[in-house]
């Protein structure tokens, strides 16, 4: 490799690591909330019982997911017009903004009816930046990589979305270990609000370092005048279609595996809160390792072998998985259930972004990446763990199981019906 391939690696690397961070703090801001809700549910609801509380929480946590969608429509049109750098700066600010209003929000007891509704207006803020943030991030790291490699690079978006996860998680595990659970409940749940947007200040400067990408600067102005419209994206219909389609089973596995699946091991498996934080940790961390080598493979094989993999494993497995979960009192036996359901999502969380990319041309890529994501993820993803929860609520907890195949099933036959989005690519017709 010559000295001038060294530079244009270590720049590409450079700015995919830049963009990369900006995401795990975005992400860790959104996943605090859900990590911390069993203990700070009980502040901002009036007393009752735990699934009842959890269940005013997680439909907040459903509302956020409602602003997703105008999030990404309007700053998906701001980065194909604008640029991916300004407008992943935007969204930086804007979910700092919401974690900041979380940590300082007083009590039910303190400002009564209030309470729950600046609760909801943060996380309606968080959900705008969240909306943009996933189609720009997953367009930028896209168009940063070279040929060949961008199944590889790509799949560190999810690497980073996981991995606020698991910073949450460890900031859990650290603040259990050194307060007792009702300092936890009355005010160290505030502690990683704080964290979140003290980092958010950091990667604001971060995002302002960043290159531009090549693809969009190379747009011509009279394309830039038109991008980023839902007119333009409405000439790509059947690339919106399988955006909804790819993404229906993904997100609700997704969500199932790493956002309910921990209030499932505490309120029905009956492990212990601190043990279940061990297990979530230490399955999280190696589900995030498994991205980029999926990522590399799907540069070797194809995006659409990964994807028909998890449609079918997803379909046959997820049903037997949860009802041998419900019997599964040993720790280890749980994480290893845990972990084949998450080793079994890789084959979509992985590619995921790429194959979104691949799918549009550069004045419409943020917008259809994010806008039609957005929407799938609001209907279905974000209302995951509620519906869960309803199940739970009224005696049928079973039946979300099937809930959760059925979604998947239906994305296997998507994903049996499209092409190879690696042969088809618009990103690879534009550099010819």
């Known amino acids: 490799m010559s000295q001038s391939d060294h530079a244009k690696t270590r720049r590409i690397t450079s700015n995919i690591f830049k963009g990369s961070v900006g995401n795990l703090i975005e992400w860790y801001d959104w996943y605090v909330y859900a990590a911390f809700s069993v203990y700070f549910s009980a502040q901002f609801f009036p007393t009752g019982d735990p699934t009842s509380q959890l269940l005013n929480t997680s439909a907040i946590f459903a509302v956020g997911f409602l602003m997703r969608p105008l999030g990404s429509l309007l700053l998906g049109r701001y980065a194909d017009r604008y640029g991916r750098r300004a407008a992943l700066t935007l969204s930086i600010t804007v979910m700092a903004s919401g974690s900041l209003i979380i940590a300082i929000t007083p009590s039910y007891s ?26 720009t991030s997953a367009t930028y790291l896209s168009e940063m990589a070279n040929k060949g490699r961008r199944g590889f690079y790509s799949s560190f978006q999810y690497v980073t979305l996981i991995a606020g996860q698991l910073v949450a998680l460890g900031v859990q595990i650290i603040l259990q270990q050194i307060l007792s ?160 359901g998450l080793i079994i999502v890789t084959g979509y969380t992985s590619i995921n972004a790429i194959v979104k990319a691949e799918l549009f041309p550069t004045e419409i890529r943020a917008l259809g990446v994010g806008f039609p994501y957005a929407i799938t993820v609001a209907v279905f993803g974000g209302t995951a763990e509620f519906i869960a929860l309803w199940f739970k609520s009224i005696g049928f907890e079973s039946t979300f199981y099937y809930y959760v195949a059925a979604c998947i099933l239906i994305s296997f036959i998507v994903y049996w019906r499209m092409g190879e989005s690696s042969k088809e690519s618009h990103m690879d017709a534009e550099t010819r």
């Open 110 to 135: 303190t400002i009564g009816v209030a309470a729950p509704i600046i609760l909801v207006l943060a996380r309606l803020l968080q959900g705008l930046s969240l909306g943009g943030e996933y189609g």
């Open 181 to 340: 659970e009702p300092a936890m409940e009355s005010w160290g749940w505030r502690i990683p609000f704080v964290i979140g947007a003290m980092g958010a200040l950091a990667v604001l400067w971060l995002r302002r370092t960043m290159d531009e990408s090549e693809q969009f600067s190379k747009m011509s102005s009279k394309s830039r005048e038109n991008a980023g419209t839902i007119r333009a994206l409405m000439k790509h219909p059947k690339a919106v279609m399988v955006v909804v389609g790819l993404t229906l089973g993904g997100t609700v596995a997704f969500y199932t595996y790493t956002t309910y699946l921990q209030k499932f091991m505490v309120n029905t498996v009956g492990i212990e809160k601190e043990v279940v934080s061990w297990i979530n940790f230490i399955a999280l961390l190696i589900f995030a390792i498994l991205q980029p080598i999926a990522g590399l493979l799907s540069d070797r094989i194809g995006r659409r072998p990964l994807l028909i993999s998890f449609g079918i494993l997803g379909t046959l497995l997820t049903v037997p998985l949860f009802l041998f979960m419900e019997q599964m009192k040993n720790p280890i036996g749980a994480f290893l259930l845990m972990m084949i």
